[in-house]
């Protein structure tokens, strides 16, 4: 056993580390480094370098656009693009559909879609949740009825990231009531621009615009764009959950926030001296660190291949519950910090109408936006208590 | 000993919660957020009526000589509602720095025209590098033959901006972090020189940068004695945290009766999410945290006026720990129970919740005010 990387992993870190120092466009790294909002035109044009690189999903198998890498390689890499700033690639795309894709998907299907994933063409969202199928999502109801070589669809789906601004959409449909309701759902793959789709904004608690509810009225969708079996579903969009939870634990950009938390202790002013050497912020911001010490050293093991004691495989729901914690708890600890300027928000609207300065520090721009968003985290991708019951069955067998 | 209510106390309760109820609530806070003032002035003129601007002021200054108590039943009902009417900078503040060291023509001249609802403040306590210590000054304001020029930088001062007279604190003496050598002075809002920066607060109020730039006032802008300014400020200070405490458990009672009632009309798996025990054990530590909340906002109010400085000190900033670590609990865990729904802007959780991010922050978090009672002790 050895923690430390070898000449070869640290020639290629520092390979990296200049490529990205000399490709990341300023503007996007400093809105990642200084709390600004990334779009999605500033994801696509990084997305796009990225692709020419060769480097836009590590994760995939070589032969479907992967790089070959070995998992300390990986782990290189998205230390040294958090490093820089780099935004999270649209995970949708990526992380959860593309595998499914190239793992269930017919020939046809690789060749339509892969391409558009890669290179960034093609953006998609996830159509899994439903009004009343959240935590009980294998209860889901929007139907697809057979008519002849298509499907046509009826229902709603609901918290739909980016469907607003999304290409395609993998949708979960029920194509059978009749027996176990896990047995009855297919997996399709349409476009949003599709006649009987609507999209309608929800606002959430900051005032974003990021998720939405999705009406399907009479849609057509041709069974060609259906994933594997009909029927079958359920495996295919289990086999995604699990890739959706891999990498949650986000330890680059904890990292970049417990940083930028230093950062602002260390020039806020308390009691005559500095925030940062008060005893009561030390102690905090030390658990939090040891906290991400463990977040970061338990993927590193599960990473190289050591598995869980108990059922190899669902490290993910541990990871997920251990990391959106300590990523609540550093954002409270960095509106803690910003103190009284941690108040001001106008994620609603500008209310100054002018183009001064925020009235918020550089180190506190977009703590609080952060902070409520954030509050999803242990709600979204199986809800936290969901996790803890499926650890306990499934890890602990109780 | 008698901790229950008197009646007049729960007929001000009464008529308060049913203001409340029929006019303020998510959809009135939603209506506000393009208004420039970010509140309500026929809602101002409603509580004049009702005599609510009167509660807290001496009988002799044509108040209704109101205790703690009472402000602690309308602030109540004031938190069940999400109220942003500027009452805690106008009544309890500004009105508690004018009873605690205005001269008699201050008082006259002033909380009149406050209980008629025609004169709003905002009091200018807090500085960028002050954090929440209110003796931390560096606003100055120097001898100008009679009067006084003032310079400096106020920050987040809550309705700062829509205030017609800001209370500054200012230094006449000293070094920054000196508590002798503050004073307190009555600034019009449209006075030359004072420069106002207005913006929203998380919670859908409003707060604004005060700058003062060779801000000349006459002598009589002086509240109370030269260079003794801090122990009037900190006893309206204190008064509004007591006020604060007590908005806060009327927000957190919204927050536990609109999580249990919603858990147990949402199912999922067949059944109300009510009947998850996780849930159950959840929504019970919430009821738990709401009613220590609730204790200790009683206590604030009980001891806020008490001549012991180390129980006055441990009741205010007990309680203040207490409500910023309950406020957190109750609202976290609104939000994670309603699940998806509890994340938008369409629900009412998520307005309580910032509601109660905020009352954490006001006048100091938990961390200061374990270092205060840590101190009185
Ligand atoms: C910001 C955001 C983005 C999202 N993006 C997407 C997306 O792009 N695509 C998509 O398909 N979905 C998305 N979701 C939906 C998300 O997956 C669901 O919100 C989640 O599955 C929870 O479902 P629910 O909201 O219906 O809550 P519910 O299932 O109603 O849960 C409410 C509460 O009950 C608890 N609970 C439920 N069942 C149990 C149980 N058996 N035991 C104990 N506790 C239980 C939950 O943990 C939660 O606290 C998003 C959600 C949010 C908030």
Request: glycine letters at 10%.
């Amino acid at each position: 056993m050895d923690l430390s990387f070898s000449p070869e992993e640290l020639a290629f870190q520092q390979e990296v580390r200049e490529w990205v120092g000399a490709n990341l466009p300023v503007d996007i790294s400093e809105k990642v480094l200084g709390g600004g909002k990334v779009t999605k035109s500033d994801l696509k044009r990084w997305h796009k370098i990225l692709f020419e690189k060769g480097w836009v999903a590590p994760a995939w198998p070589e032969e479907y656009g992967g790089t070959g890498w070995s998992a300390v390689q990986k782990y290189i890499f998205a230390e040294e693009l958090t490093r820089a700033g780099a935004p999270e690639l649209l995970g949708f795309s990526l992380k959860m559909v593309g595998p499914v894709i190239f793992t269930y998907g017919s020939e046809e299907q690789k060749a339509q879609h892969l391409p558009g994933i890669l290179n960034g063409d093609v953006w998609w969202c996830q159509g899994y949740s439903e009004p009343g199928s959240g935590s009980d999502l294998a209860s889901l109801k929007t139907k697809a009825v057979s008519d002849g070589d298509d499907y046509i669809i009826n229902g709603t789906k609901i918290w739909t990231t980016g469907a607003h601004e999304a290409d395609w959409i993998f949708c979960l449909v029920r194509t059978d009531d009749s027996g176990k309701k896990q047995e009855g759902i297919s997996f399709l793959l349409f476009p949003m621009d599709l006649p009987g789709i609507e999209v309608s904004p929800i606002i959430t608690i900051g005032g974003e615009h990021s998720v939405n509810q999705v009406f399907f009225t009479d849609v057509r969708v041709p069974k060609a764009n259906r994933i594997g079996e009909e029927n079958m579903g359920w495996t295919y969009a289990k086999f995604l959950l699990v890739n959706e939870r891999n990498g949650i634990a986000q330890v680059g950009g904890k990292k970049r926030q417990l940083s930028r938390i230093k950062n602002l202790a260390a020039t806020s002013e308390m009691a005559g001296g500095l925030l940062a050497e008060a005893p009561s912020y030390r102690q905090k911001i030390t658990d939090a660190e040891i906290a991400l010490m463990a977040l970061e050293y338990s993927e590193l093991r599960f990473l190289s291949g050591q598995k869980l004691d108990h059922a190899p495989g669902t490290e993910a729901n541990m990871m997920k519950v251990a990391a959106t914690q300590l990523q609540q708890t550093l954002s409270e600890l960095f509106i803690e910090v910003a103190g009284y300027y941690g108040m001001p928000y106008d994620g609603f609207q500008d209310l100054t109408g002018s183009n001064e300065p925020s009235v918020i520090p550089d180190g506190a721009q977009g703590a609080m936006a952060d902070h409520l968003y954030g509050r999803a985290a242990t709600i979204y991708g199986g809800s936290n208590e969901i996790q803890r019951d499926v650890m306990a069955k499934v890890l602990l067998s109780i | 000993m008698d901790l229950s209510f008197s009646e007049e106390q729960q007929l001000l309760r009464d008529s308060a919660e049913r203001f409340v109820d029929q006019n303020c609530g998510t959809e009135y806070l939603r209506g506000l957020r393009d208004t420039e003032d970010g509140f309500s002035r026929d809602h101002w003129k409603t509580m004049a009526e009702l005599g609510w601007l009167a509660l807290p002021f001496a009988e002799d200054n044509g108040g209704l000589d109101g205790t703690p108590v009472d402000t602690l039943v309308l602030m109540e009902a004031f938190g069940r509602g999400l109220v942003v009417e500027p009452y805690l900078p106008t009544v309890i503040l500004g009105g508690g720095v004018l009873q605690a060291a205005g001269s008699a023509a201050q008082i006259e001249s002033m909380v009149e025209p406050i209980i008629e609802g025609n004169l709003l403040l905002a009091v200018g306590y807090a500085e960028p590098q002050a954090r929440f210590d209110l003796f931390d000054v560096a606003t100055t304001a120097a001898k100008d033959g009679d009067g006084y020029v003032l310079n400096g930088h106020k920050a987040v001062v809550i309705h700062g901006a829509t205030a017609d007279k800001i209370i500054i604190s200012a230094r006449t003496s000293g070094n920054r972090r000196d508590k002798d050598g503050i004073s307190l002075f009555i600034v019009d809002s449209d006075a030359s020189g004072l420069d106002k920066r207005p913006y929203p607060t998380v919670d859908g109020s409003r707060a604004a940068e005060i700058m003062l730039d060779n801000v000349k006032v006459g002598a009589d802008a002086l509240i109370g004695t030269e260079g003794q300014g801090l122990a009037p400020l900190e006893k309206a200070v204190d008064h509004a945290i007591a006020a604060l405490c007590a908005e806060a458990v009327g927000a957190m009672k919204v927050l536990l009766d609109t999580t249990v009632e919603y858990t147990k009309t949402r199912e999922q798996f067949g059944q109300p999410i009510s009947r998850f025990q996780v849930l159950r054990h959840r929504m019970a530590d919430m009821m738990m945290e709401y009613e220590q909340a609730k204790s200790m906002a009683l206590v604030a109010a009980l001891k806020v006026d008490s001549d012991d400085a180390e129980e006055r000190r441990k009741a205010i900033s007990g309680a203040k720990v207490q409500i910023g670590k309950s406020g957190k609990f109750v609202g976290q865990q609104a939000v994670q129970l309603h699940g998806g729904m509890g994340m938008t802007d369409e629900l009412s959780v998520g307005h309580y919740f910032k509601r109660l991010t905020m009352i954490d922050v006001l006048f100091g978090n938990v961390d200061h005010h374990l270092k205060q009672f840590s101190a009185a002790a």
